[in-house]
């Protein structure tokens, strides 16, 4: 079991959370922007990155953990990631219809 974790920078609104959540592994840049660790996340620090990525307020921070499959795991933690998405934005979340999301024109 691998577990590393990645940001999407177009879904990430440098709210910083990720990094007061977990900053063994995650700092901020000068605007605010997560600069993540990108080796493995240590066995002590699995349970403090799940929390992490699950307070993401914009499911940009994802947590792809997988048992060595190769790229059959990280096709899975993307699904299982757009999954979220979709279900946010049906809850009203980030990216539903009314709220201006990247890339709108106002
Ligand atoms: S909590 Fe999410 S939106 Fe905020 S800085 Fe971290 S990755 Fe970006």
Do not use: F
């Not at 007061?20 to 240590?42: S, T």
């Not at 990155?49 to 994802?62: D, E, S």
């Amino acid at each position: 079991m691998t577990a590393r974790l990645r940001v999407n920078p177009i879904m990430c609104e440098a709210h910083g959370l990720c990094a007061e959540l977990l900053p063994e592994l995650i700092r901020r840049d000068d605007w605010g922007y997560p600069i993540i660790d990108e080796q493995e996340v240590p066995p002590e620090l699995l349970r403090l990155a799940r929390k992490a990525a699950g307070a993401c307020p914009t499911l940009a921070l994802l947590l792809d953990e997988r048992r060595d499959q190769g790229r059959r795991g990280m096709v899975q933690a993307l699904v299982r990631q757009g999954a979220q998405v979709a279900a946010s934005s049906r809850a009203g979340g980030p990216g539903s219809a009314g709220a201006p999301g990247p890339g709108s024109i106002s």
